[in-house]
């Protein structure tokens, strides 16, 4: 199983690789610059994830409105204080936003069903 982690930071970056380890998954972190349209095509993830405080979300929402997120998973994560910013995720197409202390959690299982 792909999952395309989108400009993520050092920290959560690092955790998404050990996850994606311990789980079998392979882990493809996208580069600053190309847009995240044509690393989707190119990776085909059943996974997207997404740092919501350094995601573009007018990007995310354009390419959800155009059916470009069909067939993937949307998971994004934000501060457990920013409920406003989890709130323009789910707006922008996001299909499911847990706080950064649910993440690991969540991601350990989302990968080992996704396996």
């Given at each position: 199983m792909v999952v395309l982690a989108h400009r993520l930071s050092f920290f959560f970056a690092t955790r998404a690789r050990e996850l994606a380890r311990q789980a079998g998954a392979r882990l493809v972190e996208t580069p600053e610059g190309p847009p995240l349209s044509q690393q989707l095509q190119a990776e085909r993830p059943r996974v997207l994830l997404l740092e919501l405080?350094?995601?573009?979300?007018?990007?995310?929402s354009a390419m959800s409105a155009a059916g470009e997120l069909?067939?993937?998973r949307v998971v994004a994560f934000a501060s457990h204080v920013r409920e406003d910013l989890a709130e323009q995720g789910r707006a922008a197409g996001v299909a499911e936003v847990v706080t950064k202390g649910e993440l690991g959690r969540h991601?350990?299982?989302?990968?080992?069903?996704?396996?």
């Open positions: 405080d350094r995601a573009d979300l007018g990007e995310l069909r067939g993937i991601l350990m299982r989302l990968m080992t069903e996704q396996a």
